[in-house]
């Protein structure tokens, strides 16, 4: 058998550090690949990014990257990745200015780029593209790069199924194509994973149907290692009713912090302050993880809205103000009967991004030579909470590293492709296909949703032993349940054998968070014990997760530190 | 007090083939999309219905465009009310089965990459 594709390095996922990473490879030399499940540039995250990209680019106030790092650390509650954070923040600036070339559009004031606060930030840092576009804008820049490359072949349709590995290093990939239902096998001398988080595990999240652990399973399966699964970042606002179309959950952040929008209860108290955080209503500082526990405490107490969150009010805003901080969007809420002048909505913290992920090292190559890693799917540069404005920064950076590192690393390297390392890739392929025809009634996306509810329930933003272990039961009956192939196939636009793939990796990918929330008995960050309310310094540590056969292995890792020294801002160029 | 039920018929089947016509019936909620209730049915009576979509709320993916009531929309924007709607593919599009058509751009296709015959028709 002959494989069907042969290229150099291989992408999987074109977001933001997908579609960077592959610009980054083809312009270092190698030839590369993109592939995606959805359409090149418009599934995962990046392109429902409405909000702000922090770098330290200093043009609305002097600013270094070691305050925004200095920043990171602290967000982080003491298990970033010094490294993986200092990458992040010293080639922040870069990318933002690269970007700029490519004419992205970043907001402009007064001849410079207008950096805004955010949230956990010294100073003003976050660059953005009006009006709540920067993900778009950020695509659309991408896209076009991708278009202009030269040794870049790309794919929508296509999914990875597997990783192969041959010989203790990476030798290519399986993928399923969804328009046909056949196998497709990929010769790569390197393979970068950027397909994003895992947020869609959860019944309330903000994810795009594409964000269910892929990355973090293909992971695993190809023998590489994760790091602090248990770190999922809740958004404390994301919206919950009245029914919002056309919009992104997430939305109200940027106007809650331009305008000082008040959380309140039922009663209509503000209540933030009373769990550990003074926040007056003309501030908005709350850390995304006191914000989410305080939401989740009144709701719990029977103080929450009617569909189980807090409202948001704007009242106290004149009309005027609102229509000047909103613009055009205050047009699109009329159209889904929002007045804001009238009535707060309600919010509740939905899941949103992983801090955990793939482990690499600073060249973004994880314990598998050849096997690289960028985005939301590389763990560790945020600890266990992520400073708001670092999601993109690290997608630019973390995809033009990998990328970088990968065209570097295949050298004069020859390709280890071998049908017998693809082999059962390739039949479980194969053996879905040959399953009898449709399937009606409840299938897969059903089992979906009752892992949704598990996760949300015993693996959210309160956690215990006996809520841990009942989920991790039902998760691993459920792996086992789905069996080795996908039970459903479809002729044309094979959706029903995608979501088998799909549903495995999100098993996976959920007992993972679970066996890493069981191991860290203590609370710190996105990860709250109710039976370990406190955090223990004994336990700041880094935990590791890995594959043994069809069975999880946590163990402990030391942090990795580097100590830097904080630039005086006056002394700064 | 009786529930209220949105009413879809959805167009069904692949290319070549003489379109199918199947009615569902989905528990309303005020303000859902017909991608809400697509989901809906997908999860709960027949996942063997094919769609496309990826955002889900944020109208930013633009995958999800089909024709309701012979009026091309997105699924995710487009409102469902309690009169019954007729629910097909794109017309200008390729069909690959149910609702979901070939809206892939020429440069990034599979077949493309795989050295196929351009399947365009």
């Given at each position: 058998m002959t494989v069907d594709v042969t290229t150099d390095v291989l992408v999987v996922g074109s977001g933001a550090a997908g579609m960077y990473a592959a610009v980054s490879a083809a312009r270092n030399g190698a030839d590369t690949v993109l592939v995606d499940k959805s359409l090149i540039g418009r599934g995962g995250a990046t392109i429902m990014a409405q909000m702000t990209v922090a770098a330290?680019?200093?043009?609305?106030e002097p600013d270094h990257w070691t305050h925004h790092l200095q920043d990171t650390l602290e967000s982080g509650r003491g298990l970033c990745n010094e490294e993986l954070a200092a990458i992040l923040c010293e080639e922040a600036p870069l990318r933002i200015r690269e970007l700029d070339e490519w004419k992205i559009g970043w907001a402009r004031e007064d001849g410079h780029m207008k950096q805004v606060m955010a949230p956990?930030?010294?100073?003003?840092r976050c660059v953005y593209v009006d009006f709540l576009n920067t993900g778009p804008a950020v695509a659309r820049t991408l896209r076009t790069q991708i278009g202009r490359a030269g040794n870049l072949r790309r794919a929508s349709?296509?999914?990875?199924?597997s990783i192969v590995v041959n010989d203790g290093q990476v030798a290519g990939a399986v993928g399923l194509?969804?328009?046909?239902?056949a196998a497709v096998t990929i010769q790569a001398k390197a393979v970068v994973l950027a397909a994003g988080g895992l947020?869609?595990?959860?019944?309330r999240n903000s994810a795009s149907?594409?964000?269910?652990?892929d990355a973090y399973a293909l992971a695993l399966r190809a023998g590489a290692e994760l790091i602090d699964m248990e770190f999922v970042q809740f958004f404390p606002i994301g919206h919950l009713a009245p029914r919002l179309v056309g919009?992104?959950?997430?939305?109200w952040d940027p106007f809650r912090y331009k305008l000082g929008g008040r959380l309140l209860n039922s009663e209509g108290d503000e209540f933030v302050?009373?769990?550990g955080h003074a926040e007056t209503s003309n501030k908005y500082t709350a850390p995304r993880d006191v914000a989410s526990f305080a939401i989740l405490q009144e709701v719990a107490a029977g103080?929450?809205?009617?569909?189980g969150g807090a409202y948001l009010s704007?009242?106290?805003?004149p009309e005027a103000d609102l229509r000047a901080a909103f613009g055009p969007v205050i047009d699109r809420l009329a159209a889904n009967d929002i007045d804001l002048t009238k009535r707060g909505i309600e919010v509740s913290p939905i899941a949103?991004?992983?801090?955990?992920g793939v482990r690499v090292d600073g060249h973004m190559e994880?314990?598998?030579?050849?096997l690289f890693a960028a985005g939301?799917?590389?763990?560790?540069?945020?600890?266990a909470n992520r400073l708001s404005g670092n999601a993109l920064s690290e997608a630019f950076v973390f995809g033009e590293r990998a990328g970088r590192f990968a065209a570097e690393a295949i050298g004069n390297r020859v390709g280890s492709w071998s049908n017998e390392a693809a082999r059962s890739a390739i039949d479980e392929i194969m053996a879905g296909r040959h399953v009898a025809t449709r399937q009606s009634g409840p299938g897969l996306a059903s089992m979906l949703v009752t892992l949704q509810k598990i996760m949300w329930q015993d693996v959210g933003l309160l956690r215990t032993a006996n809520g841990l272990a009942n989920a991790r039961a039902l998760v691993q009956n459920m792996r086992w349940d789905i069996?080795?192939?996908?039970?459903a196939s479809d002729h044309r636009f094979a959706l029903s054998m995608q979501e088998w793939f799909d549903l495995r990796n999100s098993l996976i990918a959920a007992e993972a968070i679970i066996a890493s929330a069981q191991t860290r008995t203590e609370s710190r960050g996105a990860h709250q014990r109710g039976d370990f309310p406190r955090t223990d310094v004994d336990q700041t540590h880094n935990l590791i997760t890995r594959l043994d056969g069809e069975g999880l292995s946590v163990m402990e890792a030391p942090l990795v530190s580097k100590p830097f020294n904080l630039i005086p801002l006056e002394a700064a160029e | 007090m009786t529930e209220r039920l949105a009413r879809l018929k959805i167009q069904r089947g692949g290319p070549g083939e003489a379109p199918a016509y199947d009615d569902f019936e989905v528990p309303y909620r005020e303000g859902m999309s017909v991608l809400d209730a697509l989901i809906w049915i997908r999860t709960n009576?027949?996942?063997s219905l094919a769609i496309r979509y990826s955002c889900?709320?944020?109208?930013?993916?633009?995958?999800?465009m089909v024709r309701v009531d012979e009026k091309t929309v997105y699924a995710c924007t487009k409102r469902l009310g309690t009169t019954p709607v007729l629910v097909g593919p794109l017309t200008n599009k390729r069909l690959l089965r149910d609702l979901v058509t070939?809206?892939?751009p020429p440069r990034e296709k599979l077949s493309l990459l795989l050295g196929e015959p351009n399947s365009e028709e």
């Open positions: 330290a680019v200093g043009e609305q956990g930030h010294g100073r003003e349709e296509l999914t990875i199924t194509n969804m328009e046909t239902g947020t869609r595990l959860y019944q149907v594409n964000m269910g652990g919009m992104d959950p997430i939305m302050q009373n769990y103080r929450g809205s009617p569909a704007f009242e106290h805003i949103h991004y992983h801090m955990g994880t314990g598998v030579p050849g939301e799917a590389v763990g560790g540069a945020n600890g069996g080795d192939y996908p039970g | 009576k027949d996942s889900t709320n944020a109208n930013t993916c633009k995958e999800c070939d809206i892939v």
